[in-house]
């Protein structure tokens, strides 16, 4: 979130070299015909059945001693070769004559003394001889027509001043050129160096700086020196070497890797390279040695913008800390890095500063530094990452009197906020804020810059953002990731925010209205959450469909289900729930609807059919037959005493009692009659049942009368419900008048149902046709007795 401020001439780090090589790998990478690596596999020679599209070859760190002409000739179109870290002891260049497309070369580390100059391909770009055994430089004239060379890595014991000359006309980009093993003896040899942008001098490890010679070189811009060993007697030696290479107007950049010295030769090298023209001073492994006094530093108007020290070992321990501290406090430059020192602490400086850019990454500063500091007011960077503050409220404080700091970093500290220590004093200032990866919680957001765009506030202990914070209108980035936060936040009170990180929270059921709340927002990063896939995920998931590809970052890979279990780990744009398990109203009506609607229709029918009045024959009729699978069989049989039994209203009782009663009985049929069958004491449907059950027929005699009759319909449901359960036909229905369909009541269906499928007798109103009728009737009778009789026998 912090940008670092530094010149992009950093260090002579000769990242076109890296990119050279693993820039072609990579083009390459998608046919492993292509590229073969054999690095580390202790071979003795190189291989004979390398395929032969063979592009890049690495056989480095290996056991080979010698090249020939055949090892790599059929590999035509081999562009990289790697061959460092052998015990080559020997080259030929012309074994590389059928390698047209050749450009990268390493033969470094090996045990090299001389080489045959040929011709070599003019594409080579990339030649590395450095780490080898050789006296002199090994350039051979031919290198002059290379003239897409831009790195040449080269060693030797001594050297010459036109040692370089065959190639003097050729634009590189490096030389490194080893000086481990020169000879200490060459006191007065020179070298010239023209036409290269960078220059890595490399020397022994182990010995005190002692090298003498003269380099010179006209267009240098990056100067870097390796294993620098110096003391209080040879600090001078380094500083009159230095004199030849640093003098031109050209050399921007100036870098010291493993440097190792006292404190009293340190100052001595910045006070050499103050009036300088160098701008970029960058020391990378300083070890301080022997004692740290106070030094004189005079600081001349100068042309460096920015020192950078990374990783100091302090191997003094007792030692003025004044002396050490104001050295770089009081330097008058703009931009000033150390970094992984474990310095406890940094003066404020006495006058007002230049300083626009510090970064004290990786000490040990507490809450104290730079408290009451108002010399600083040029300031606009701070980064004091990976330190020991522990208190936000005291570094409010310290930022009070930066008026000019825009972007603070304070992240991996151990920093809280406890509101009792009061309100926190913030520059205006500030509008980029890293708090990343220390131990705040929700009061963080009562103690922000009020000014802020830019807050990174992951890692912490958050778990809510306060609905009452005020004074965020102007954040447009927010980083909560890796917290704790349960829900998705709004847009209310960061009515200008446009980028929003909080994936690794545990957000589980974000809102679906919170494009709706956030118009401005440009990214989202919600992914690795522990999402519920339920309704309310389901609404947040159409309003992501529903915006550009381009502002859920992560989708779909990093948005799954967490629960429920059946669901976990199915992406979000796969959840799909039905639309009526997910809408309560449309739930309520597809359930309530149908239930209504068929109360009504019970309800109708009820009215229709009278269906309580069937329920309460069903239920009589029932509980009697249950009495009657009780009863033996032989009681059973002796309780069918009559033939038949006679159901008629009231109102054609005479016709029943003067003519069909009469006629019956005459014929010794038995029959059986309410008024002097029913017995006294049971109910009257009781009775009903019982007297159809001890009859072997049911006669009915129909009119408009017996329509009218409820207790006649009753013994005319029992009577159809017996012939159903003995599976007989037992019913007699004789029509007494005319009966026309619209007078019986709806309820009586299954009177309607009789008359319309069986057949009846009419009652004859000529005289001349009643003798037929009885001896129809007592035939229908006489018929059924033979049956019952033999049944009964």
């Given at each position: ?471 965020l209108e102007t954040l447009q980035e927010l980083n909560l990731a890796s917290n704790s936060l349960a829900h998705l936040p709004g847009c209310g009170i960061f009515s200008s925010l446009s980028i929003l990180i909080i994936d690794y929270n545990s957000v589980s059921n974000p809102s679906a209205d919170f494009f709706q709340s956030c118009q401005k927002i440009r990214s989202l990063k919600a992914g690795n959450n522990p999402f519920q896939c339920s309704c309310e995920l389901r609404d947040f998931i159409q309003s992501v469909g529903q915006v550009s590809s ?10 799954k289900c967490d629960y429920p279990e059946s669901y976990k780990g199915t992406p979000l744009k796969d959840f799909q729930v039905s639309e009526l398990s997910c809408n309560t109203a449309l739930l309520i009506v597809t359930i309530v609807v149908p239930g209504l609607v068929l109360a009504v229709a019970v309800t109708v029918l009820c009215i229709y059919l009278d269906l ?182």
């Amino acid at each position: 979130m912090i940008k670092d401020k530094e010149s992009p001439i950093r260090s002579c780090h000769f990242v076109y070299i890296v990119a050279l090589v693993f820039g072609t790998i990579i083009q390459f990478s998608d046919e492993s015909e292509f590229v073969v690596d054999m690095s580390k596999t202790s071979l003795i020679h190189v291989p004979k059945d390398l395929p032969p599209k063979t592009k890049v070859l690495d056989l480095s760190q290996n056991n080979i001693s010698e090249l020939h002409l055949s090892d790599i000739s059929f590999l035509s179109g081999l562009r990289v070769l790697r061959l460092s870290h052998n015990g080559i002891q020997g080259l030929d260049i012309s074994i590389f004559k059928f390698n047209h497309d050749l450009e990268y070369l390493d033969l470094s580390h090996n045990q090299l003394q001389k080489i045959s100059c040929h011709p070599i391909t003019t594409t080579l770009k990339h030649l590395d001889l450095s780490f080898n055994d050789f006296h002199a430089l090994p350039i051979c004239k031919e290198f002059g027509n290379l003239t897409q060379l831009n790195f040449l890595g080269l060693s030797a014991t001594k050297l010459q001043q036109l040692d370089l000359l065959p190639i003097a006309h050729l634009h590189l980009s490096c030389i490194l050129l080893d000086l481990e093993d020169y000879m200490k003896e060459n006191k007065k040899e020179s070298l010239q160096i023209l036409n290269t942008k960078k220059l890595h001098l490399v020397f022994h490890p182990n010995s005190f700086f002692s090298v003498q010679v003269n380099i010179s070189a006209n267009s240098l811009g990056c100067l870097q020196l390796t294993n620098i060993k110096l003391n209080d007697y040879n600090c001078q030696v380094l500083l009159k070497f230095l004199s030849g290479l640093t003098g031109g107007p050209t050399l921007l950049n100036f870098t010291l890797n493993h440097m190792e010295t006292t404190w009293k030769c340190l100052v001595k090298v910045f006070q050499f390279l103050w009036p300088k023209p160098v701008e970029y001073l960058n020391i990378y492994n300083l070890t301080i040695v022997e004692s740290i006094d106070e030094e004189v530093f005079t600081y001349y108007k100068t042309t460096l913008k920015a020192l950078k020290i990374e990783h100091i070992t302090n191997k003094v321990f007792i030692f003025s800390q004044t002396a050490l501290y104001t050295v770089f406090s009081e330097m008058n430059i703009l931009m000033l890095t150390i970094s992984d020192t474990r310095f406890i602490h940094m003066l404020c400086p006495q006058e007002p500063s230049t300083f626009k850019f510090l970064n004290f990454t990786q000490n040990s500063f507490t809450d104290s530094v730079f408290q009451n500091c108002d010399t600083l007011a040029r300031l606009e960077t701070l980064i004091l990452q990976k330190n020991e503050l522990k208190d936000l409220f005291k570094t409010s404080l310290m930022t009070k009197d930066m008026l000019s700091l825009e972007t603070l970093d304070v992240s991996w500290n151990s920093l809280e906020y406890d509101r009792s220590n009061g309100n926190c004093s913030w520059v205006g200032s500030i509008v980029v804020l890293n708090l990343s990866s220390n131990a705040l919680t929700d009061s963080v957001f009562r103690c922000l810059p009020p000014r802020i765009k830019v807050l990174d506030l992951h890692n912490n202990r958050i778990r809510s953002i306060p609905k009452d914070v005020t004074g965020l209108e102007t954040l447009q980035e927010l980083n909560l990731a890796s917290n704790s936060l349960a829900h998705l936040p709004g847009c209310g009170i960061f009515s200008s925010l446009s980028i929003l990180i909080i994936d690794y929270n545990s957000v589980s059921n974000p809102s679906a209205d919170f494009f709706q709340s956030c118009q401005k927002i440009r990214s989202l990063k919600a992914g690795n959450n522990p999402f519920q896939c339920s309704c309310e995920l389901r609404d947040f998931i159409q309003s992501v469909g529903q915006v550009s590809s381009d502002v859920v970052e992560g989708w779909p890979e990093s948005y799954k289900c967490d629960y429920p279990e059946s669901y976990k780990g199915t992406p979000l744009k796969d959840f799909q729930v039905s639309e009526l398990s997910c809408n309560t109203a449309l739930l309520i009506v597809t359930i309530v609807v149908p239930g209504l609607v068929l109360a009504v229709a019970v309800t109708v029918l009820c009215i229709y059919l009278d269906l309580p009045w069937y329920l309460r024959m069903v239920c009589q009729w029932t509980q009697t037959r249950r009495r009657a699978r009780n009863v033996p069989l032989e009681e059973l049989q002796r309780t069918l005493q009559f033939h038949a039994f006679i159901s008629y209203s009231e109102h054609d009782s005479a016709w029943v009692k003067n003519e069909l009663i009469p006629n019956l009985e005459k014929e010794d049929v038995r029959i059986c009659l309410h008024e002097r069958n029913f017995v006294a004491g049971k109910s009257i449907v009781e009775n009903i049942i019982n007297c159809i059950e001890k009859s072997y027929k049911s006669i009915f005699v129909l009119s408009p009368n017996f329509v009218q009759s409820e207790w006649c319909h009753y013994e005319l449901y029992f009577a159809h419900h017996n012939l159903f359960h003995e599976g007989s036909n037992n019913l007699i229905l004789i029509l007494l008048e005319p009966i026309p369909q619209n007078t019986i009541p709806d309820r009586y269906h299954k009177l309607r149902a009789l008359m319309a499928q069986r057949t009846y007798l009419e009652g004859p109103k000529e005289k001349s046709k009643h003798g037929l009728f009885w001896a129809n009737l007592r035939a229908s009778i006489n018929i059924k007795l033979m049956e019952k009789a033999a049944e009964i026998h």
